[in-house]
């Protein structure tokens, strides 16, 4: 069973509009951490956003957002005024308390000008 | 400030050679992962490690060993190369907070 899932494998929207990815993941522990990470065409995997489970406040940083669903297992990205710099593929991963760090399929978003 | 230093960035190999991917970190992290990338797709878990002397496997550990004899040094070895090992392999370290890779190393398995 698949513990990070991202079910939408591809996105495009217009530049300037919002976009929103969804992640859901498994997990029985109570303390872990959940990332976003962004992969452009250069292959560098960059951190986007990270969010602490203990925390109810929902992660902010400039433009991204996440909604962070912890009864639904959910964790999705919310993309305001996007940019083509946006452009790449986004990564939902999971850290479980001390266990390993593992990711999502992807989702390749696209923006058009 | 080097990071996570992998290399080599590309290489060719042939069917049945062996080879090691070398990575190397200097911010003194006790978790590294090896990932591999296939051609749009995500990243798979090859094995990992918690610190020295520890290591254990992820998702797809077959036709892979690792070592960690060292925390900067977690190098993987690739002894019978296949076409199916053809792919992007990415190291990792990590600290709970933030995970940091490499620049990734381009293997064709032909």
């Known amino acids: 069973a698949q513990t990070v899932t991202q079910s939408q494998p591809e996105m495009s929207v217009q530049e300037a509009e919002t976009v929103t990815l969804s992640c859901t993941y498994d997990?029985?522990?109570?303390?872990?951490?959940l990332f976003w990470y962004k992969q452009p065409p250069s292959r560098q995997m960059i951190l986007v956003i990270r969010?602490?489970?203990?925390?109810?406040q929902n992660a902010t940083e400039n433009r991204f957002s996440v909604n962070f669903q912890k009864a639904a297992k959910s964790f999705s990205l919310k993309i305001s005024d996007s940019q083509l710099g946006d452009t790449a593929m986004y990564f939902c991963?999971?850290?479980?308390?001390?266990?390993?760090?593992?990711f999502g399929q992807g989702t390749r978003l696209t923006i058009n000008p | 400030n080097a990071g996570v230093t992998q290399t080599p960035k590309f290489r060719i190999l042939k069917i049945g050679q062996s080879m090691t991917l070398q990575c190397a970190q200097d911010m003194n992290h006790n978790y590294m992962y090896w990932y591999r990338q296939d051609p749009g797709m995500g990243l798979k878990l090859i094995y990992y490690?918690?610190?020295?002397?520890?290591?254990d496997k992820g998702e797809v550990p077959n036709g892979y060993n690792v070592s960690r004899s060292t925390t900067e040094d977690f190098p993987l070895r690739l002894e019978l190369a296949a076409p199916s090992q053809t792919s992007v392999y990415f190291c990792?370290?990590?600290?709970?907070?933030?995970?940091?890779f490499g620049q990734g190393t381009r293997l064709t398995v032909v």
């Open positions: 990792a370290t990590e600290t709970g907070a933030e995970a940091f």
């Open positions: 969010q602490e489970a203990y925390k109810q």
């Open positions: 997990t029985s522990e109570s303390n872990y951490y």
């Open positions: 991963a999971l850290r479980r308390g001390a266990q390993k760090l593992v």
């Open positions: 490690s918690v610190g020295a002397g520890i290591t």
